[in-house]
């Protein structure tokens, strides 16, 4: 008998957890969805109220040290630099049969989720296709993207990814089930390298890498790096897989923003370590040039000691 799940914890209230927690709070009872945040959040979500897409969000804040019993699902989307504070939060939301997905970007969020929780909680997860903006407390998007999710065993389809795949179609949650999760997750990856870092340093939006120049160029080249670190590390991505993510990209609307270039407009330290410092890395590894990756990190570095 596959395993219902009624009761959901969001951690990360960045703009995929508002996107995710605006949507699943219209289709779960109040009580069932439970957003985490620390007191100091919390105090500061009631007296700026979140937002999203002008509508006000109605959300259920739970405290880490709240004992509401485990949650039947728990989605992590927080930044990279937030996962293991996120991690040992989580804890009184995780039992014997919770499910984990992590929308994180990166290639390693699993791995490290996985030595605190094991492989039996977890599915492999990359969130694609959205394009919301957050300023403050407020999100505004034109495209919801979707999750998409999977087993770590390639070819299969378990009882646990039909349990959330039921889930998500019961909520009208936008998804899609993949056989092939680490080639998923290094095209996602291939994605963030070229797109992130491409319109953060260029200062635009997802249109300055829809049009033809220099911008573009840019980001196809640093994936292209991306593609062949993919097949020394035996998850090959190919031009096809170029081809696709590209497709992504350009049916991003034209005045969002990636989560890169919000950052730098805001002056946040940004993820550059986890997308060109990774490359950068994989590249010394197997002894292959990087130089379009070096270029765009050295040039967010830059841009983050001016902040």
Request: proline letters at 4%; glycine letters at 10%; aromatic letters at 8%.
């Amino acid at each position: 008998m596959t395993r219902k799940i009624e009761t959901v914890s969001i951690i990360g209230l960045g703009a995929l957890g508002i996107l995710f927690g605006h949507h699943l709070s219209k289709k779960m009872p109040f009580e069932a969805l439970r957003i985490m945040a620390d007191e100091d959040r919390i105090e500061k979500y009631t007296k700026d109220p979140v937002y999203c897409n002008g509508e006000k969000c109605n959300f259920n804040f739970v405290r880490p040290q709240d004992e509401t019993g485990p949650a039947d699902l728990v989605i992590i989307t927080v930044k990279f630099n937030g996962l293991e504070k996120a991690i040992e939060d989580i804890r009184n939301q995780i039992g014997e049969h919770t499910l984990i997905l992590s929308a994180l970007n990166g290639i390693s969020s699993e791995e490290i989720i996985s030595k605190a929780y094991g492989w039996e909680s977890l599915l492999y997860c990359v969130s694609q296709g959205q394009d919301g903006i957050r300023r403050g407390n407020s999100l505004e998007y034109n495209s919801k993207g979707m999750l998409c999710f999977g087993d770590r065993e390639p070819g299969t389809i378990s009882e646990r990814v039909r349990a959330v795949e039921n889930f998500f179609l019961s909520t009208d949650f936008p998804h899609e089930v993949e056989t092939d999760m680490q080639k998923r997750i290094w095209g996602k990856f291939m994605v963030n390298v070229g797109v992130n870092q491409a319109v953060g340093v260029y200062r635009g939006t997802y249109g300055v890498v829809h049009a033809d120049g220099e911008a573009r160029n840019t980001m196809v080249a640093a994936m292209r790096e991306v593609i062949e670190l993919s097949q020394k590390e035996g998850i090959p991505q190919t031009e096809e897989d170029l081809k696709y993510w590209l497709g992504v990209i350009d049916a991003l609307h034209p005045d969002g923003k990636p989560s890169m270039a919000q950052d730098i407009d805001a002056k946040r330290l940004t993820e550059v370590d986890l997308f060109s410092g990774t490359v950068i890395q994989l590249g010394k590894k197997h002894g292959i040039p990087t130089p379009v990756n070096q270029f765009l990190y050295d040039r967010i570095k830059f841009m983050e000691s001016q902040f």
